[in-house]
């Protein structure tokens, strides 16, 4: 009888790990950001591929991120510059801390570097003010 309880329990063990161990749902599109990090993501609305950053990024082909992206979500404090060339090169536009949303048509599938903070390059897109560009559109 002890041996018939021991298998009966075995069971009942095995569906608490199941049902306890099942994950959450995985979060999708812009939510997969994380706080502290920039994100870029390959498909608009944050869909597609996602990489996240949290420090200068010299050439995002390293992260199989070169002239892909097509949104993003800055959820950092830092002003992001982003430039059309590896190594900071190029023009460049920026996304202000908070900054979310798809780039503009002309800078999707645009940039090759990103810079936190720091010196802007020549701007992608002139303004009337003459202003640094916002990558958003």
């Known amino acids: 009888m002890g041996k018939k309880l021991h298998m009966l329990a075995l069971p009942l063990a095995a569906a608490a790990?199941?049902?306890l161990g099942a994950p959450a749902q995985a979060?999708?599109?812009y939510d997969r950001c994380q706080t502290g990090y920039y994100c870029l993501f390959s498909g608009l609305d944050g869909a597609g591929d996602i990489i996240?950053?949290?420090t200068d990024t010299p050439d995002l082909a390293a992260l199989g991120m070169a002239d892909r992206a097509?949104?993003?979500w800055n959820r950092t404090g830092s002003w992001i510059h982003l430039f059309s060339e590896?190594?900071?090169g190029g023009c460049s536009a920026v996304?202000?801390?908070?900054g979310?949303?798809?780039f503009y048509i002309d800078f999707r599938d645009f940039f090759d570097s990103v810079r936190f903070d720091g010196a802007n390059g020549p701007s992608c897109l002139f303004t009337l003010k003459g202003g640094a560009a916002d990558s958003h559109g």
């Open 100 to 102: 979310k949303g798809n």
């Open 27 to 29: 979060a999708e599109g």
């Open 95 to 98: 996304t202000s801390p908070g």
């Open 70 to 72: 097509k949104s993003d």
């Open 52 to 54: 996240q950053i949290n």
């Open 86 to 88: 590896a190594g900071y």
């Open 17 to 19: 790990v199941t049902v």
